[in-house]
């Protein structure tokens, strides 16, 4: 059985005075031991969060990582300085494709960074509403899948336990317009596939946690989390406020134990 992950993408917001106290307040406002939560806050409140969540079972993430180890790369943090204050990574970010033109390839390598390095990936991937519109979605994003995977060395699945994927569509991101979740589950199917005919095995394909993003609220998260293909969310803008956390952390609870039933 999958597991339920709720992630929070805090995106540039917070300060290292205001995210300790945020984070403890989403900590206490979504106590469920079967949720998977993480927040991912800017590096520089990372060290106040993990202090804030100590003890809370919500685990660190960071938003991104350098793709090399160290080096001369002014104003980059590489993997090795996030021990010990994120287990997490957002990796392939639709912002960072956008503003820091984040390719495939790099994405990939990046994964492969963070996998040695001991930290579990978030990757994004998601199509741009012009893709979708010409019926593209699916083959965009497949190709996202086969890319990143050839560049980072990682088509044998060998680290597909510790892989989560989150399919973004990027029309739906920071928009208020969010994909249905028959969109979204087809997606989860398709991305499944796709690490398929890439060289994971069946089991490996079917064993990595598929979560949805854009615009996901305590209001819309039910939709997504009614798919079986769909475990979670990786939350933007509602993940600053507490009571929708509450609101979307409550839902998945749910999901969880109605999972857990039904795999008996
Ligand atoms: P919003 O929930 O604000 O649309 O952001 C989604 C997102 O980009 C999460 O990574």
């Not at 998977?36 to 806050?41: K, T």
Request: charged share 20%.
């Amino acid at each position: 059985m999958r597991p339920i992950i709720i992630a929070a993408n805090w995106k540039m917001n917070t300060t290292p005075s205001d995210a300790g106290p945020l984070a403890a307040a989403i900590a206490a406002a979504t106590d469920a031991p079967d949720v998977v939560r993480v927040i991912c806050p800017p590096y520089v409140c990372l060290a106040p969060v993990r202090e804030a969540l100590a003890g809370t079972g919500v685990a660190v993430g960071a938003q991104n990582v350098h793709v090399m180890a160290a080096g001369a790369f002014t104003g980059e943090i590489g993997a090795a300085m996030l021990a010990g204050l994120a287990d997490w990574c957002i990796v392939g970010h639709s912002e960072r494709r956008r503003d820091q033109h984040e390719t495939d390839e790099l994405v990939g390598r990046k994964l492969a960074r963070c996998l040695e390095s001991g930290l579990r990936p978030i990757w994004c991937v998601g199509e741009q509403l012009d893709e979708r519109e010409a019926g593209r979605a699916e083959a965009v994003v497949r190709e996202q899948v086969r890319e990143a995977l050839t560049a980072g060395g990682l088509a044998d699945g060998a680290w597909s336990s510790s892989i989560v994927i989150a399919y973004e569509p990027v029309w739906a991101i920071g928009t208020g317009r969010t994909a249905r979740g028959s969109d979204a589950a087809a997606m989860a199917g398709a991305i499944r596939a796709a690490l398929e005919e890439n060289g994971w095995s069946h089991a490996q394909a079917e064993t990595v946690p598929i979560l949805y993003g854009g615009s996901v609220t305590s209001a819309s998260i039910g939709e997504f989390l009614a798919e079986p293909a769909i475990d979670g969310a990786l939350v933007g803008g509602a993940s600053l406020k507490p009571d929708e956390m509450a609101g979307i952390v409550a839902r998945a609870a749910t999901t969880a134990a109605a999972r857990r039933a039904a795999a008996g």
